[in-house]
């Protein structure tokens, strides 16, 4: 993967766990679902082979984050961006 590639995996990674981590009243449910359709759309048109790079790029990230709530959001980010069949 290029640089780019893993420096938009990483903040997808980020904004993923930001937005479940927002504490209740900032960001409502809806609208963090709002956000993430178009992208989980998008996600689920890529060839099964890219997305499987990604969710194996998201669990690298999830491996490193020293944070067990962050990190556990993580490992669970391929699943809810729907990466994995």
Known sequence: M???ERTLAKALTEIVITLDHSE???IAPEATMQL???VI???QDLPEQDRQ???DMINQFAQQ???PERQLTAWETPQT???LT
């Open 81 to 83: 961006m729907g990466l």
């Open 41 to 43: 759309t998008l996600l």
């Open 36 to 38: 993430l359709e178009p």
């Open 65 to 67: 984050e020293t944070d």
């Open 2 to 4: 290029t640089t780019l």
């Open 24 to 26: 209740d009243g900032a």
């Open 53 to 55: 790079a990604l969710a």
